[in-house]
């Protein structure tokens, strides 16, 4: 197994973890787990691979994904009671997904452009989507409006991946570097509350202001 390979399996797993420990909050049935992890865990992937023009997708080509999440959802199922904070575990866990995640999907979307926006874009791409969707599914407030840092950090891991490789690093190297960046950034925003600064409107003018 080749170190893309094993980052796109680790990534779905952890995602779909996530997921399933989403439907433990909602105390949903043994289906609700099953399906919060799989769409969770290939949501992102699927997102990245219809934009690329990578049909049929991967999951599709390698029906062991679902599978994967399969496994994880009914592991998360019997197991979920046993942690005393299954939020808390969730965003730890989601923090690993998205650093993998955003390195997969900048290199499949170097790898099918040459092109290191296209990376970039599509790392940010397959490390959100799976999170928005499991909030989005399980009502819970989305990632993207959250206060801490998180496309930031999924940008910051398809960067350094993208660089790095532009400079003809090894893509071990380069794939270990995207994901310690990545997960640097979010694990900061989750023990320190990095933030980063919000727009604050300011009041209008007044109309006899206006020449």
């Known amino acids: 197994m080749t170190v893309l390979e094993l980052l796109d399996y680790a990534g779905v797993a952890v995602f779909a973890a996530t997921g399933a420990l989403a439907a433990s909050r909602k105390q949903l049935d043994v289906i609700g787990f099953l399906f919060l992890a799989a769409a969770?865990?290939?949501?992102?992937?699927?997102?990245?691979?219809?934009?690329?023009?990578?049909?049929?997708?991967?999951?599709?080509?390698?029906?062991?994904?679902?599978?994967?999440?399969i496994g994880v959802g009914l592991v998360v199922y019997f197991t979920a009671h046993l942690f005393e904070s299954r939020y808390r575990m969730l965003l730890w866990l989601d923090a690993v997904g998205m650093s993998a995640y955003s390195v997969m999907g900048a290199a499949k979307g170097f790898a099918a452009t040459g092109s290191p926006t296209v990376a970039v874009?599509?790392?940010?791409?397959?490390?959100?989507?799976?999170?928005?969707?499991?909030?989005?599914?399980?009502?819970?407030?989305?990632?993207?409006?959250?206060?801490?840092?998180?496309?930031?950090?999924?940008?910051?891991g398809a960067s350094v991946f993208t660089a790095a490789s532009v400079a003809g690093a090894p893509l071990v190297l380069a794939s270990a570097a995207g994901v310690l960046a990545a997960f640097a950034v979010r694990g900061g925003a989750l023990r320190y509350g990095?933030?980063?600064?919000?727009?604050?409107?300011?009041?209008?003018?007044?109309?006899?202001?206006?020449?």
């Open 194 to 211: 990095w933030r980063i600064p919000v727009y604050k409107p300011r009041p209008g003018r007044h109309p006899d202001d206006v020449m």
């Open 121 to 156: 874009t599509t790392g940010v791409m397959t490390a959100s989507v799976g999170g928005i969707l499991r909030d989005l599914l399980a009502g819970e407030p989305s990632v993207l409006l959250r206060p801490e840092i998180y496309v930031t950090a999924a940008l910051s």
């Open 40 to 69: 969770t865990g290939v949501g992102g992937g699927t997102f990245r691979d219809v934009v690329l023009g990578a049909v049929p997708v991967f999951w599709v080509v390698k029906p062991a994904y679902l599978l994967v999440c």
